[in-house]
């Protein structure tokens, strides 16, 4: 049992410690806060920021989204990973218009108040670049994970069903593909099929409770659920019903997988399952030995997540982790973990599959199918390395 002088040294240093707490408490109430601002700041002691790569030529370029210091499955709109390749355009609402054509009995041209009048529709989704983590095919390391899987982001998108336009049109059953191009300065345009087209595909001019950021394609951007980046066309102004695909630059010249034959895999649209380990991750120090929280995000371009493992020994183990809700299809999944770290080196690392029964492949596997010059849909296992000092650093390398 506790001694007596136990229980009066315990009782003083409590009561030293709320003393101090409520002279900091009154120290804290005595000043004025700051007035109402414009438009609502983060606190000036949250440093988390998008990362913008070095590059020689800034309008085409990317910007990373800081993974590691994010909660929950929600990016804020100004933390959203950026990619264009024209530079962001600045486009007045009141002057800017959607046109539909094509293979349609009706051609009509739609102004923003018309869209907005329209039935709306919320849907919660990722959007990743489909050379998200490209840096990691033959195991580079890149430093941390905003570097490693930074192109990837999750928000709250509001707009109208594309399907809904087109039958506004009178779509013809001769078309099978639709085109979609932006207003930006090079004229940024993708084909999609016509069973994508009307099944899940918004029409959106809102992101997270507002209006979309210019980077994000303000005012009109398209949202394929589940697809790769490039086709979420930003800064919509055109959408044309064809008998096939356009085979515009960007789905010939470029995003397209290189096989080791030569031959190249075209419309590799949807992004498979993948997961990662955002803390502890690369650049982190642990404390030392003792209870930590191993958490990350998974996502799957095929639906929800059903499944998140983890290891601490490199892959010769895996555990499972708890999903935390809300687990929605096409959208981040925040997965947890309770490790008990007992000082001694580990290489941890997540493994996900999702409602398909898709499992996560590692990153040898790909390679070996796909060969050392594929640059697109890299899913693979990312591994941090623990050390016994605490640090721990990209376990790809």
Not at 235 to 260: K, Q, S
Request: hydrophobic share 40%; charged share 20%.
């Amino acid at each position: 049992m506790p001694s007596r002088r136990w229980f009066l040294t315990s009782v003083g240093a409590a009561t030293a410690a709320l003393a101090q707490w409520r002279s900091a408490a009154m120290a804290q109430v005595r000043s004025l806060g700051a007035p109402v601002s414009g438009y609502g700041n983060r606190a000036g002691f949250e440093r988390a920021l998008r990362l913008f790569p070095n590059t020689r030529t800034p309008e085409a370029t990317a910007s990373l989204t800081p993974l590691r210091d994010s909660y929950g499955i929600i990016t804020p709109s100004s933390l959203h990973f950026e990619r264009h390749h024209g530079g962001v355009p600045e486009i007045d609402p009141a002057a800017h218009n959607l046109m539909v054509h094509g293979l349609v009995d009706r051609p009509l041209v739609f102004t923003m108040d018309e869209l907005k009048r329209m039935p709306a529709a919320s849907r919660v989704l990722f959007i990743e670049c489909s050379g998200n983590s490209s840096s990691e095919w033959l195991g580079a390391g890149a430093p941390s994970v905003q570097r490693t899987h930074g192109l990837t982001s999750c928000s709250e998108w509001t707009g109208v069903w594309l399907s809904t336009l087109l039958r506004e049109c009178g779509v013809r059953a001769s078309a099978s593909w639709v085109l979609a191009e932006g207003a930006d300065a090079v004229r940024m345009a993708r084909s999609l099929p016509m069973a994508k087209a009307m099944d899940d595909v918004l029409i959106a001019y809102a992101q997270n409770g507002e209006a979309l950021r210019p980077e994000q394609g303000y005012p009109l951007r398209l949202v394929a659920a589940g697809w790769e980046g490039n086709v979420n066309v930003k800064w919509l102004r055109r959408v044309e019903a064809l008998d096939g695909p356009a085979m515009t630059r960007w789905e010939t010249a470029r995003y397209t997988d290189l096989m080791p034959d030569g031959k190249a895999r075209q419309f590799t649209f949807v992004m498979d399952a993948k997961s990662v380990i955002t803390a502890p991750s690369g650049g982190d120090t642990l404390r030392g030995p003792g209870v930590y929280e191993i958490s990350g995000l998974a996502w799957s371009g095929r639906g929800a997540i059903r499944r998140v493992d983890l290891t601490i020994d490199g892959g010769v183990t895996w555990l499972p982790a708890e999903l935390q809700a809300p687990v929605l299809p096409r959208a981040h999944t925040r997965f947890r973990w309770s490790w008990r770290w007992d000082g001694r080196e580990a290489l941890i690392a997540s493994r996900c599959e999702d409602e398909s029964g898709y499992v996560q492949p590692r990153r040898q596997d790909l390679v070996r199918e796909r060969g050392a010059n594929s640059g697109y849909h890299q899913n693979g296992i990312q591994a941090w390395k623990v050390a016994a000092t605490g640090a721990v650093t990209n376990g790809n390398a």
